[in-house]
């Protein structure tokens, strides 16, 4: 969990005792590791849980500070959107049913977190990116009023000195400007933790570099965004844009994103990896430091290094270096953190089992794997499978191997060794392996998603295929069946649960418009050869100042000759309109008492769509 407690580093004062601390925090951690007081064993696990709350339409809710005051639950705590929550479970030895146990606990807490939530009128759901997120809810309102996040947007805006510009092409393309931070509330995941042994960190960092391509593609669960088909995993390309501190130029004064994979093999100390980031990054955030880390351990004391812990909470490697204390004993360990929320809770675990698994197993011949492989091919790997799941090909021994192929022929019988080195339960062995094994072979869940919304948008439009989908998605999950035993969603098929129709669902947003000054005899050409009853009239400033109907113009349209006649002379200028938010029944009562066959739709002034009698 990050500290909440947090300003904006900006004064020199500020920043002077900052610096200080974080090389008294180094200092520290170099005295621990060559003085050989960083815990060896027991080996643990842990795990961060995000999920989404959503209300009974399945649209994205602001509930998350009540549900978490009711809950008073110190495993949960907030993330950045008002519509996310994390829970952060107690760490477990590495044994026997350990993650059998894991997988009780997540049921345990979702499950007091779902009875909380319902007397919210909210629900959770696990999404890599919630389906149903739109436009709005990346908006400054949803920020979650907590100082710690409103800092960080603060620092990253004035660091950038613009907008952030969001593209991403995949089937679809999203290409937008946003002014804030919130891009990064869309992204929900499923971090895993596995303490290391301070003498082997490097060796197993670089194999948590190695295996995440491969990882990644088995467990891809965001293939969308507002609606849009993107890659697999569409969080990866998200996230890294969402939080870049870097300006839009052709000038970068950091050669990487604060999110980002890596640049290289590490090959040197665990606190090169800190001081590497340091130097690369500026410092954002700081707090209150009341105490010297070398002060602390000449006293005896295993120090928090807490100004270290600040600044690695703003640098977001997808394998991220994490130092902790607990019972006053320091640990090192690796944090996962491309792993996406679902589909099931049975598929997270079977992800950390076999990613596990993979960490214990690594075999002789990829020790020194720096030594072995070309770092770019690493890092290919990864964004091959963040963009296409498990139709990447990898390159893997200098070979090019199809991603189902290297799992199930290679690396899952690593994954059975290393589980059987640490004295795992056969059972838990057999039966989360067996969901990775049958995920390879059927879907995971991007191919679900997709194939399931693709049928859904042959019946319906897309905020209801939306709705339906994430639906299916809630009972699935509650189910806790794997993503593999899902059926794909027929185009026909509707929810049992109450969705209320807004504007949204029935409006037609693939519309022609027109300006004031455009020819009469243009437009009606257009409503001709379109089959159009209603045109919008829009300005230079795409804001609409008229509308024109088939019955304006129907008297024009008998005539050969329509003078010098332009749009504004017969468009009409009083507009009745509504917002795409509105209560469905509510727009049908308005067309009806003023006998009208169009509304526009309008957003902050702009026309977003139109609701005609024929679009209900």
């Known amino acids: 969990m990050g500290n909440l407690e947090v300003s904006v ?17 180094l200092e520290a951690l170099d005295h621990l590791v060559e003085n050989d ?16 709350l959503v209300d009974k339409s399945f649209l994205p809710v602001d509930t ?11 495993h949960f705590t907030t993330e950045i959107g008002k519509y996310n929550l994390e829970l952060n479970l107690d760490p477990l030895e590495l044994k026997n049913d350990c993650f059998s146990i894991l997988h009780e606990r997540l049921k345990h807490y979702l499950s007091k977190a779902r009875k909380t939530a319902r007397a919210h009128n909210s629900r959770i759901i696990l999404a890599g990116i919630l389906p149903t997120l739109r436009l709005k809810h990346i908006s400054e309102e949803y920020m979650t009023p907590k100082k710690r996040y409103f800092a960080l947007n603060e620092s990253i805006k004035r660091s950038r000195r613009q907008d952030f510009w969001i593209h991403i092409k995949g089937v679809d393309e999203v290409n937008l400007i946003h002014d804030s931070v919130m891009l990064e509330a869309c992204n929900t995941s499923f971090q895993m933790h596995l303490q290391v042994d ?8 670089n194999w948590a570099q190695a295996i995440a391509g491969p990882v990644l593609s088995l467990c891809v669960n965001s293939p969308m965004l507002f609606g849009k088909e993107l890659w697999d995993e569409t969080r990866i390309a998200l996230f890294n844009q969402s939080t870049d501190t870097r300006a839009n130029s052709f000038v970068l004064n950091e050669k990487q994103a604060r999110v980002s994979f890596g640049s290289h093999w590490e090959t040197r100390g665990i606190s090169d990896i800190f001081k590497n980031n340091i130097s690369r990054y500026r410092s954002l955030l700081t707090s209150d430091f009341q105490y010297d880390s070398m002060a602390r351990l000449e006293n005896g004391e295993i120090p928090v290094l807490k100004a270290l812990s600040l600044h ?11 130092y902790g204390v607990a019972n006053n004993k320091a640990h090192l360990r690796i944090e996962c953190r491309y792993i996406p929320s679902g589909p099931s809770l049975c598929d997270e675990v079977a992800n950390m089992v076999f990613w596990v698994g993979l960490m214990m197993g690594q075999p002789e011949e990829f020790r020194n794997i720096h030594k072995k492989e070309n770092f770019k091919n690493v890092r290919g790997n990864f964004y091959k499978a963040g963009r296409t799941g498990l139709d990447a090909i990898f390159s893997w021994k200098d070979k090019k191997v199809p991603a189902r192929e290297l799992l199930l022929e290679e690396l899952l019988p690593i994954a059975s060794q290393g589980l059987e080195k640490c004295q795992i339960s056969k059972r838990d062995t057999e039966k989360y392996l067996d969901i990775i094994t049958k995920r390879i072979n059927s879907w995971n869940g991007a191919e679900w998603q997709v194939k399931s919304f693709r049928n859904l948008l042959k ?35 509707h929810t049992h649960f109450d969705i209320r129709r807004i504007v949204k669902h029935n409006m037609n947003t693939n519309i022609y418009s027109v300006d004031p000054h455009d020819s009469l005899e243009l437009v009606i050409n257009m409503m001709n050869w379109n089959n159009i009853h209603h045109m919008p009239v829009i300005n230079s400033r795409k804001s609409i100042v008229g509308l024109l109907s088939w019955k304006d113009v129907e008297e024009f349209a008998q005539k050969a000759n329509y003078g010098n006649l332009c749009v ?21 009562r308005l067309m009806e008492e003023n006998k009208i066959g169009c509304l526009p739709v309008i957003n902050r002034e702009r026309l977003i769509g139109i609701l005609t009698r024929n679009d209900i």
């Open 568 to 588: 504004k002379d017969v468009m009409k200028k009083e507009l009745i309109t509504t917002g795409q938010d509105e209560p469905l029944e509510d727009a049908i």
């Open 64 to 74: 998350s500070l009540p549900i978490l005051n009711d809950l008073k639950d110190e």
């Open 37 to 52: 007081m960083i815990e060896r064993s027991p080996i643990r696990i842990g795990a961060e849980q995000e999920f989404c």
């Open 459 to 493: 019946k319906k439009k897309p905020l209801k295929a939306q709705q339906v989908l994430t639906a299916y998605i809630y009972e699935n999950q509650w189910k806790d069946l794997p993503v593999y035993e899902w059926k794909i969603l027929e185009p026909e098929l």
């Open 9 to 25: 580093l900006n004064r020199k004062k500020d920043r002077a005792s900052y610096i200080h601390q974080l090389v008294k925090d």
């Open 312 to 322: 690695n909470g703003t640098v977001y490697r997808w394998n991220r270096v994490c």
């Open 198 to 205: 301070p003498e082997e960190f490097i060796e197993k960092y």
